[in-house]
């Protein structure tokens, strides 16, 4: 029976490389993949692109209201079968949306691979990942290290224009306008924080002196 894979880790760590690697693999011995992204993720357009600049146009974008289920059906009306599907960015899907991917790889023998974050830049869990972590068959870290060169990284850091911030919407894509993001430990993600509220603390003593 195929299985829910889910494949996480904070970013830089090569999960977009990897995700096109299974589908290289996959299609080397003949087998049928589709590539799926959220919608949300507006980087690379219609298709996943790695940081080594390799890219793959994906079969379908979902939105939040698309069913993975309602198109694998429509895709084995005109496909013999279907191998694996894979996911990037899977953090942005819904419960609804992992669950479905659940069932058909239950249901249709179907292996579904997905390829996400585990948690945004305040370290908290997004919808799609924490329901992965719940039912996923397999669950896998992919590791990357921080900037500090001591340890590994496991948290996302926000960047608006090169600084650190902690506030903000949990969905802002990498690169677009101001916004970057850099993977750092537990550690340096502590260090930074306590900077951005020393500075905010700073900010506010600055604001009432001025409206004195």
């Known amino acids: 029976m195929a299985k829910l894979y889910f494949r996480y880790s904070a970013m830089n760590a090569g999960k977009t490389t990897l995700a096109m690697q299974v589908v290289h693999n996959y299609e080397e011995k003949g087998g049928i993949v589709e590539v799926w992204k959220p919608l949300i993720d507006t980087k690379g357009d219609n298709k996943i692109v790695s940081r080594l600049g390799i890219e793959r146009k994906v079969d379908y974008l979902l939105a939040d209201e698309s069913s993975p289920l309602q198109i694998i059906k429509q895709e084995l009306k005109e496909k013999e079968k279907i191998d694996a599907i894979i996911v990037d960015e899977a953090q942005f899907l819904n419960d609804t949306q992992i669950n479905e991917l659940y069932y058909i790889s239950k249901k249709m023998d179907i292996s579904v691979l997905c390829f996400g974050l585990r948690c945004d830049f305040t370290m908290k869990p997004f919808p799609g990942s924490a329901r992965l972590l719940a039912i996923a068959d397999s669950i896998e870290e992919l590791k990357t290290l921080c900037e500090c060169k001591k340890r590994k990284a496991t948290q996302n850091l926000r960047l608006v224009d090169n600084v650190p911030t902690f506030s ?45």
């Open 168 to 212: 903000g919407d949990q969905v802002a894509i990498d690169g677009e306008g101001n916004v970057t993001y850099k993977s750092v430990c537990g550690e340096c993600y502590i260090n930074y924080y306590t900077n951005w509220l020393e500075n905010q603390k700073n900010n506010q003593k600055l604001v009432k002196k001025i409206r004195v």
